[in-house]
């Protein structure tokens, strides 16, 4: 069975950090491409940060370009994002998802699994 869990969302003031994580189980991670999106309330699901398989080829939407940093420890089969420099717009709910083409496509409907999310609330 396949799982995906989230972690080090939170309650994080303006210009503030946070962590987030992601485990995995149940699949063959390294041959996964992952990506992060978000949703915010009455809003579609929208790409952040997509990472392939070998994490050699990043990707990140225009928001929060020079702010986020995706990476992925194969070892540990976990892909992380770093948030810096929050803003109350990045408050959603954030998930991972995993791409079994290994490419991390920034297409929220061609991802394979999802995580059940964690809260990221900014405040002002």
């Known amino acids: 069975q396949v799982q995906l869990v989230e972690s080090g969302g939170g309650l994080v003031q303006a210009g503030g950090s946070l962590r987030l994580s992601c485990a995995t189980s149940?699949?063959?991670?390294?041959?996964?491409?992952m990506g992060w999106f978000r949703q915010a309330p009455g809003k579609e699901r929208d790409f952040v940060a997509g990472?392939?398989?070998?994490?050699?080829?990043?990707s990140y939407a225009d928001s929060v370009k020079g702010r986020f940093t995706i990476s992925r420890d194969n070892a540990k089969n976990t892909v992380y994002l770093q948030m810096n420099s929050l803003t109350p717009e990045d408050t959603a709910v954030y998930y991972c998802?995993?791409?079994?083409?290994?490419?991390?496509?920034?297409?929220?409907?061609?991802?394979?699994?999802w995580g059940q999310g964690t809260q990221v609330t900014v405040s002002s």
């Open positions: 149940g699949l063959t991670f390294s041959n996964y491409g």
């Open positions: 998802a995993a791409d079994k083409t290994g490419w991390a496509t920034k297409n929220v409907y061609l991802y394979d699994y």
């Open positions: 990472i392939t398989w070998s994490g050699g080829t990043t």
